[in-house]
């Protein structure tokens, strides 16, 4: 069994940050990719972030500059650091990390429950 669960989000001005964090746990062997996704109400679910094993790192347009994805290898935890908010970053915010429960295993992905994030204009 494993589960990643988020935690960080709230309410924020405009310009102001959150810091959101996912902890996977469980039968864990290995995590590669670990990334954030978003959903707006009456919208479909976009990705944000994504951080590599190795460290690298993508992210989509609109929250380059704004927001930095980086991971704790040592607590299966992921954050995502959100700078100079912006009404339309209101959204669940969701992680996902491909896992591997054991050694030569298939990764699959799981998803965590997701976490509010709202900012005010």
């Known amino acids: 069994q494993v589960q990643l669960v988020e935690s960080g989000g709230g309410l924020v001005q405009a310009g102001g940050s959150l810091r959101l964090s996912c902890a996977a746990s469980?039968?864990?062997?290995?995590?590669?990719?670990m990334g954030w996704y978003r959903q707006a109400p009456g919208k479909q679910r976009e990705w944000v972030a994504v951080?590599?094993?190795?460290?690298?790192?993508d992210y989509r347009d609109s929250v380059k500059g704004r927001f930095t994805i980086s991971r704790d290898n040592a607590k299966n935890t992921t954050f995502l650091q959100m700078n100079s908010l912006k009404p339309e970053d209101t959204a669940v915010y969701h992680c996902?990390?491909?896992?591997?429960?054991?050694?030569?295993?298939?990764?699959?992905?799981?998803w965590g429950q997701g976490t509010q994030v709202t900012v005010s204009s």
């Open positions: 996902n990390a491909a896992i591997a429960r054991y050694a030569r295993a298939y990764e699959w992905t799981y």
């Open positions: 951080i590599r094993s190795g460290g690298t790192t």
């Open positions: 469980g039968s864990i062997f290995s995590i590669n990719t």
